[in-house]
């Protein structure tokens, strides 16, 4: 049961359709993703370009919702959802989330009817306050309704142990793309990223470091400019891809710092990310806050072969990014250590570049849809076992 469409998920429910024996049906509770829906990070409307829908068995429980979305509790009310799930009578049921109307509504249905619930989830606890002590334990109460959780990282599963899940109960199952869609050796994607370059004028051997999303405070793209405009680096581009409500400020902040050379790009859909992470020397996500769970896109990165820069806040930071190893690390709020990892960052990879990104593919190699499955599967005949 998910909340809509996604260009992550869709397609590993297509693949355990194919790679497994499992009966999969998918319950969407809105149809944003297929359907054009404005997204107010990204301030437009849009639809993604990939197929989200084929290859598995799945249905849209209509959604009541005054005003549809994941803003707020009351976005997902689908009153029809228990009747469609007895429809279907699962054997289990993985949720994809708590904090929403229909969801309280499907875990009542689940405790009622003796169907084992599974969580996955993707919150974690980094840069935040211990939590207030209403909030530990509603938390351990919720989860105490979940015959087994998967976790999708490391601190994903100290945030569930943090509200007592005990370990017999979590399954590592980790966050993963369609690496197909990410491959390096698809010729496709490097023409479009030559043919981009040359549209942009950059020239060859030019670096470029990219910050890809939406363009929000929380995402800190300001520190980032901020960064790269202190550092000064020679022969350098900044270049952000996509919109928000900080476009116009960062581009009239870029335009004043003249001659440093900061590049601006629209919002790319799913076919066109490839491309663009294929200019990169290094990727950067800059996150503030608990603002980033995960950071799906240090992953298609990482599957291209390109080394991120991270704040210690960026949810797959301990999973993905190593210091020094896979990447560069750090501490978020604090201007003068990103300016220095970025400067860090740009001398190491112009003497290793071969190196960072062998050592990039080698440490994304064990996040795939495969590993992912296993952990599932490994959840599934836990909370079937006899006793």
């Given at each position: 049961?998910?909340?809509?469409?996604?260009?992550?998920?869709?397609?590993?429910?297509?693949?355990?359709r194919a790679e497994t024996a499992l009966?999969?049906?998918?319950?969407?509770?809105?149809?944003?993703?297929?359907?054009?829906?404005?997204?107010?990070?990204?301030?437009?409307?849009?639809?993604?370009?990939?197929?989200?829908?084929?290859?598995?068995?799945?249905?849209?429980?209509?959604?009541?919702?005054?005003?549809?979305?994941?803003?707020?509790?009351?976005?997902?009310?689908?009153?029809?959802?228990?009747?469609?799930?007895?429809?279907?009578?699962?054997?289990?049921?993985?949720?994809?989330g708590y904090n929403y109307a229909a969801?309280?509504?499907?875990?009542?249905?689940?405790?009622?009817?003796?169907?084992?619930?599974?969580?996955?989830?993707?919150?974690?606890?980094?840069?935040?306050?211990?939590?207030?002590?209403?909030?530990?334990?509603?938390?351990?109460?919720?989860?105490?309704?979940?015959?087994?959780?998967?976790?999708?990282?490391?601190?994903?599963?100290?945030?569930?142990?943090?509200?007592?899940?005990?370990?017999?109960?979590?399954?590592?199952?980790?966050?993963?793309?369609?690496?197909?869609?990410?491959?390096?050796?698809?010729?496709?994607?490097?023409?479009?990223?030559?043919?981009?370059?040359?549209?942009?004028?950059?020239?060859?051997?030019?670096?470029?470091?990219?910050?890809?999303?939406?363009?929000?405070?929380?995402?800190?793209?300001?520190?980032?400019?901020?960064?790269?405009?202190?550092?000064?680096?020679?022969?350098?581009?900044?270049?952000?891809?996509?919109?928000?409500?900080?476009?116009?400020?960062?581009?009239?902040?870029?335009?004043?710092?003249?001659?440093?050379?900061?590049?601006?790009?629209?919002?790319?859909?799913?076919?066109?990310?490839?491309?663009?992470?294929?200019?990169?020397?290094?990727?950067?996500?800059?996150?503030?806050?608990?603002?980033?769970?995960?950071?799906?896109?240090?992953?298609?990165?990482?599957?291209?072969?390109?080394?991120?820069?991270?704040?210690?806040?960026?949810?797959?930071?301990?999973?993905?990014?190593?210091?020094?190893?896979?990447?560069?690390?750090?501490?978020?709020?604090?201007?003068?250590?990103?300016?220095?990892?970025?400067?860090?960052?740009?001398?190491?990879l112009e003497r290793d570049p071969a190196?960072?990104?062998?050592?990039?593919?080698?440490?994304?190699?064990?996040?795939?849809?495969?590993?992912?499955?296993?952990?599932?599967?490994?959840?599934?005949?836990?909370?079937?076992?006899?006793?």
């Open positions: 049961m998910l909340s809509h469409p996604t260009q992550y998920y869709s397609p590993w429910f297509a693949w355990l009966e999969l049906r998918v319950f969407y509770l809105w149809d944003f993703g297929v359907a054009p829906r404005r997204d107010p990070g990204f301030r437009t409307a849009f639809a993604w370009d990939v197929d989200l829908l084929s290859g598995y068995a799945a249905e849209f429980v209509p959604n009541r919702a005054r005003r549809p979305g994941t803003e707020h509790f009351w976005g997902l009310r689908n009153p029809a959802l228990p009747a469609r799930l007895a429809a279907w009578r699962p054997d289990a049921v993985l949720m994809f969801h309280l509504r499907a875990i009542a249905w689940g405790r009622r009817r003796g169907v084992p619930l599974v969580f996955r989830g993707d919150s974690h606890l980094l840069g935040q306050p211990r939590p207030a002590p209403l909030k530990r334990a509603a938390l351990r109460l919720l989860y105490r309704q979940f015959a087994a959780v998967t976790y999708v990282g490391a601190a994903n599963r100290a945030y569930f142990e943090a509200f007592g899940v005990p370990a017999a109960r979590l399954h590592f199952a980790p966050h993963a793309v369609d690496h197909r869609r990410f491959d390096p050796a698809d010729p496709a994607p490097r023409a479009a990223a030559a043919r981009l370059r040359a549209e942009l004028g950059l020239p060859a051997g030019r670096r470029v470091v990219l910050f890809a999303g939406k363009l929000v405070p929380r995402k800190a793209p300001g520190a980032l400019l901020e960064a790269f405009l202190a550092a000064a680096p020679a022969d350098t581009t900044l270049l952000f891809v996509g919109d928000g409500e900080e476009r116009a400020a960062l581009a009239a902040r870029a335009a004043a710092a003249a001659p440093a050379d900061v590049r601006f790009l629209p919002f790319a859909n799913q076919s066109g990310m490839p491309a663009r992470y294929l200019l990169a020397d290094v990727f950067v996500l800059p996150s503030e806050g608990n603002a980033e769970t995960w950071g799906l896109a240090v992953n298609e990165a990482m599957h291209l072969g390109v080394p991120c820069l991270v704040s210690d806040v960026v949810g797959c930071q301990r999973d993905l990014v190593t210091d020094g190893e896979t990447g560069w690390v750090f501490r978020s709020g604090d201007p003068a250590h990103l300016r220095a990892k970025l400067t860090e960052a740009l001398a190491a190196g960072f990104r062998a050592r990039v593919t080698a440490r994304i190699a064990g996040y795939t849809y495969a590993q992912a499955t296993a952990g599932l599967l490994q959840a599934l005949a836990a909370v079937r076992a006899p006793g």
